[in-house]
């Protein structure tokens, strides 16, 4: 293969190359498992989704959405992170409408590095409050979902958005705080 960067295998693997794809696989596999594991992990014990069908999901998801453009290893991982954080989400949906009202999953956010808010909150209002911060900050966004959702540090978060670790730093703490205001306002 001519160019074995993460950004070159995506554009060759959608181009149909099966040995880019295979590679590209290789390259990030363990760390969207390691990922979709931390995923599942404020899931309910009883979750039916494993991690693997949650990789293979916002795998297939990424993959067949319009024309994506990933600039190395750490957006790759950003961008499956938000298709992971999505997937949850429509399966919670789904539960939801075949059980009735009530019937959500839940996901603790007192792992999140001291947000504050209550010990569970549902993912569907926490969704919801992900979906208004994104038309507020697009970024924080991103950030909560690399940090709170795939457990990852703060210089690999950084590193991933494209920020240096003292900007992380204020955008971490403002979605923190607009979030614990938003779920706590019950908006």
Do not use: C
Not at 72 to 81: Q, Y
């Amino acid at each position: 293969m001519a160019d074995s960067s993460v950004s070159g295998l995506v554009v060759q693997a959608r181009r149909g190359d099966a040995a880019a794809s295979a590679a590209l696989i290789d390259t990030v596999y363990p760390e969207l498992r390691r990922l979709a594991h931390h995923y599942l992990g404020g899931e309910r014990q009883n979750h039916t989704l494993q991690t693997s069908d949650l990789v293979h999901e916002a795998w297939v998801r990424l993959f067949s959405s319009a024309d994506i453009t990933v600039h190395d290893r750490a957006h790759l991982v950003a961008l499956m992170a938000t298709q992971m954080r999505r997937a949850l989400v429509d399966y919670a949906r789904h539960r939801n409408a075949a059980k009735g009202p009530g019937a959500g999953i839940r996901v603790s956010l007192a792992a999140a590095g001291d947000v504050g808010v209550r010990s569970d909150e549902d993912v569907l209002a926490l969704d919801e409050a992900l979906s208004a911060l994104e038309e507020v900050d697009p970024r924080a966004v991103r950030i909560v979902e690399m940090r709170f959702f795939g457990g990852f540090q703060e210089a690999e978060t950084a590193e991933a958005v494209g920020v240096s670790v003292a900007t992380l730093k204020r955008d971490w703490a403002f979605a923190r705080a607009w979030l614990l205001d938003r779920l706590n306002s019950g908006e």
